[in-house]
């Protein structure tokens, strides 16, 4: 600790002038009996300014009138070596400024070239730490401790070095010191380069063969803390010079450098180690997908660069590694409370498999822009092809819902019909068979207007006897209005033929109506569209969670297929 500025009048005569590097005042004061060893309120003596301001000249004078000899043995090597209230010590405190004149003479005079400070620095460490390439070699070439431990955290020289980025005293501790010695958290210098993106010194360590692969005390490789970092061309360098990309870096999960890259959305990075990384952390037991991180940190980028490159957008299920069960469920997850994010906008185009309970985030809400987006980029299949994949038209085969996802859609929307006038008239105009929502359950708890617009899509007067019982029920219970007559008009049998010819999804989803040989003001009509849509008048549904909880807890499977 500096005091200085609040106690300058503690500085003795000769060590003001020493710090000022005035000699002739110097020996002046010397000549008049002044004392060379008084000390001020940091334990500061007129050799420690002098060292500190770099006169070499000072020192000599201070030194003879201090009784030591310079060179020789006889000399006085506690004054040399006195130390101030830090511990430090004239020649610590000129290798600190870089004053090679200074610490050259001190060595001469007896110096300890290896005297620790109170925080563990020593004339090389902190020579080193100033980037002073001449002092270095200097001390090293007069033995200087080169692999002792400093600072708190454990760190030699060498790691110093490195972490300064000072190439040139790399190259110079590289052939005295122990490349592969280890901080409190077994961290390497090599790591160190890696970590800090110093890649000329991590050229030099590679080179004087440190180890590529070393592994900290939580299993981090140079290479995963390059990659998280950002640093491209030391990426580059390590996977050049041998860096195992596959290589687990957590305790806690097979982590990595890939994962690294994609958390933190260095897409060059991800690039390269998509190229050189095992495939079997996409789909593999065990393993983890680097899409996980990517949803998780938000990095739409890194997903959408992973999904281009192959990886699947369904991944393996993590649940007894991270308790999630589809990188689609946890970017769903994440944005239960917001518009859907940007990942699964992308996870959704890019064919995800869509489970139970990610409908439930499409339909047990008020909100329709997830169940938007699943419908912009899946088709619904015709009944005929419900149990025939290959039989879906060309021209959306592979986008189309599978069989198990159609059943969980609708075992979820029968659980959710308190939502329906929301997710109705997208379905039906989507192409879903209506009679495939006409269950029971759906036609007891469907308010009167979503009830009158699903019968819109059907001929109401052919349902069967049990249903009829419920609408008649209803009807007399006053808890159902029908807005339309007992037996359909022509046109509206009509438009059923013809919606069951072309096909619900082609009708309702391409332009096909509009080369039909029928007049143009038929094609709203041939749609559905005049029929008017269910409002939702409900009260804000609750947090999403509570619903996810409250289906978990009261689900029934509804089977309608």
Known sequence: MDFTECYRDTV?????????????????????????????????????????????ECVQDILSAAGVRVGSSRGCSAYVNSLTHEGESACYLAAQRGHLAVVR????????????????????????????????????????????????????????????????IVRILVSVCNLEALDDHKISPLFVAAQYGQQECLEILVNAGANVNTQAADLATPLL???????????????????????????????????????????????????????????????????????????????????????????????????????????????????????????VASGATLSEEDWIYALATDKTELLKLILEHRWIPRPETLTDRDCSAPHHRGKTLTLQELRELLCVALNQVHFAACWLPLLLKAGLEPSLLLQPYMLEQADSEVLNYLLEFVNWSTVSPPLKHILDRRRAEKTWEPH????????????????????????????????????SPLHHFLQFREIPEASYTHSPPSPLSNRLQGYRSTHQHRHVL
Not at 154 to 165: E, P, S
Not at 292 to 312: C, F, I, K, N, P
């Open 12 to 56: 003795s005569s000769v060590a003001a002038a020493a710090r000022s590097g005035c000699r002739k005042r110097v020996r002046r004061l010397i000549k008049r009996g002044f004392s060379v060893d008084s000390r001020d309120n940091r334990g500061w003596n007129a050799l420690h300014e002098a060292a500190a301001a770099g006169s070499k």
């Open 105 to 168: 003479l001190l060595l001469k005079a007896d110096a300890n070239i290896n005297q620790l400070t109170n925080d563990l620095s020593c004339p090389l460490y902190a020579a080193v730490d100033g980037g002073y390439t001449e002092v270095v070699e200097l001390l090293v070439s007069k033995g200087a401790e080169v692999n002792r431990t400093h600072t708190a955290s454990c760190w030699t020289c060498l790691h110093q070095a490195v972490y300064k980025g000072h190439s040139e």
């Open 225 to 347: 803390i390059a990659s998280q970092e950002g640093h491209q061309a030391c990426v580059d360098f390590l996977l050049d010079h041998g860096a195992q990309p596959d290589t687990a870096c957590s305790n806690d999960w097979p982590q990595l450098p890939i994962h690294a890259a994609a958390e933190f959305g260095h897409i060059g990075i991800l690039r390269r180690l998509i190229a050189v990384t095992d495939r079997v952390c996409d789909r593999g037991d065990g393993m983890v997908s680097p899409l996980y991180v990517a949803v998780h940190s938000h990095q739409s980028q890194s997903v959408e660069t992973l999904l281009r490159e192959g990886y699947s957008p369904d991944a393996q299920d993590c649940t007894h590694i991270l308790g999630i069960r589809s990188p689609l469920s946890f970017a769903l997850c994440c944005t239960s409370n917001k518009p859907h994010s940007e990942s699964v906008r992308l996870l």
């Open 484 to 519: 339309f007559d007992s037996i359909p008009c022509l046109s509206h049998m009509c438009r059923l033929q013809v919606r069951s010819v072309l096909g619900p999804d082609l009708l309702m989803r391409s332009d096909v109506v509009q080369q039909l040989p029928v007049p």
